[in-house]
């Protein structure tokens, strides 16, 4: 069965995409898919015009997270600006902005937050708020939401807001982990689909199911390969993120490829059900990415599970992404050890034997 | 021993039955030509005979092995070549020799001498290297045939393999037919060329999934008082009630 090894290395093209594809992803994608968020648009009201607030203004715009977009004259016209979307804040101070703040010790801010893009809004708002509180940490904040509905309570700043600081490396370390997972998701889900349902099309699959070969020497003999290229994807990804983002695995290295060997064996074990349905390579591919989409969204790559409802989260522990994302981040970030992660390595095993026993009983070589 | 036994087999897919109670039997190192219009049901018969695909009913034995439980067993014993081309477009000529060979459980050495004679009667020495996917189609059959025979099987069942090929090359792949037949395998081939028809040693014809005249090209001129094989296939198909595909 070792010739089946050469199917894969006979197409020069799939190879080389499957190599170097996730190579360019893992550095480019975390540039863009973190949660990082930079060029917050602020619109200023400033109805003190002291030296103070300059400063103030000064060091917002130094900070690196925002823009200044603008002095518009009241504040009506910064929400205006807002509702046109040039500006995603407008942050009022008060006429005797100074003088309450020397002579009183407080001073509250008013802050506006657009929230049609929330992420950017609550984000940028509480980055603003933190570098208010850093700027004196006797100002008193008045946040609002523009709808008025979820008037955040006036903030009472202390420093804490500090570590929101230098987010920057918290979500690379946190995504490129991630990345890594999905992209080796895809190769063992969509190519092994793929490359048996093409044979279906072509249709040397008759040809094959004409011979004597047995249904378990052509799925291994179609696991294999595949699964050691998954291997070696899985390697180049840890080295790109060694070498691009200095991460280097906290935990064993050898437990991590104990967990991705499992994940790729049930990863292909579905791809290989794929194949067993689809006809062609286009059903194939809608199938596979019907199921890319729900493990994406559900596995807590981009959303935390602990704020999905609860039948968001059971659906998500029957993915095999999410187990096999926390494990990853465990290891990579945390270096968990092969005790602790027992649990997940038997879901990933179940999965790994459910779904290779699913293809093997529905591939039929006769009608 | 008869190499094919049919009894009564259909296949029914539906109220369809797409072969209808078929009974011949095919002897050893026979070639047997299975003639029948589009849709008449000569590649789902085929297919039964493969073990691709089960029966609704009837028996059949291949190679002396039962249709309906002994699949894997005619599997080893039979060579299969089916109208799509079926190598591997990807793999170099040698590759595939290796590949079937190998599925087909011939040892490596056999691989390595059988497949360096393959080449040098096909005279593809230069080829044997490349890509499958750069042969022209005349020569691609003639491969697919050698690869289908090569594990020696006592049967091996051709579908359409002429099909598109340039009159020069269909004569002589009916050459490497008549050698393999010398050899003692049996060659059951399904073909619309009644030229081709000519050459084998008994027909069949299929009208509507059932088998409608099966004798020697000779005798079915004389039953049918025509001198020429497109005169008898033209009585008997134009009789044919489901229309053409």
Known sequence: MQKEFRQIFRDKTILAMMLVAPTMQLIILPFAANFEVKNVNVAYVDHDHSSYSRKLLHKIGASGYFRMVGDPRSYKEGLEMIEYGKADLVLEIPAGFEKNLVREGSQKVNLSVDAINGTKASLGGAYLVSVLANFNSNLDVNVKLPDGKAVAPAAKITVAGINWYNPRAEYKYYMVPGILVLLLTMIGGFITALNIVREKEIGTIEQINVTPIQKWQFILGKLIPFWIVGMIVFTIGLTVMYLVYGIFPKGNLAVLYLFAAVYLVALLGLGLLISTFAETQLQAMFIAFFFMMVFMLMSGFFTSIDSMPDWARAMSGFTPVTHFIKVVRLIVLKGSGLADLKTELGYLALFAVALNGLAIFNYRKTT | ?245
């Open chain 2, 1 to 245: 021993m008869k190499a094919i036994i049919c009894k009564g087999l259909t296949k029914q897919f539906g109220d369809f039955k797409a072969v209808d109670s078929i009974s011949f039997d095919v002897e050893q190192g026979e070639i047997f030509g299975f003639l029948g219009a589009n849709g008449a049901g000569k590649t789902t018969a085929m297919r039964i005979l493969c073990g691709l695909s089960y029966p609704t009913a009837g028996e059949a034995t291949v190679a002396g092995f039962d249709v309906y439980r002994q699949q894997e067993k005619i599997k080893k014993n039979i060579g299969y070549m089916s109208q799509k081309f079926s190598l591997y477009d990807n793999l170099t000529l040698l590759e595939n020799i290796e590949f079937y060979g190998g599925v087909y459980g011939v040892s490596r050495a056999d691989i390595r001498t059988r497949s360096r004679e393959l080449v040098s009667t096909l005279g593809l020495e230069k080829e044997a290297g490349k890509l499958v996917a750069g042969l022209p189609l005349g020569w691609k059959q003639k491969l697919a045939f050698s690869v289908a025979i090569f594990h020696r099987p006592r049967i091996v069942f051709l579908d359409e393999p002429t099909g598109g090929v340039d009159p020069v090359t269909r004569r002589q792949f009916w050459d490497m037919i008549y050698e393999a037949a010398a050899a003692g395998i049996t060659v059951f081939v399904t073909t619309h060329y009644m030229d081709e028809a000519e050459y084998c040693n008994r027909i069949s014809v299929m009208v509507d999934g059932r088998v409608e005249a099966l004798d020697t090209p000779a005798r079915l001129k004389q039953q049918f008082s025509t001198d020429s094989m497109d005169e008898v296939f033209y009585q008997l198909a134009r009789g044919a009630k489901r229309s053409a595909d």
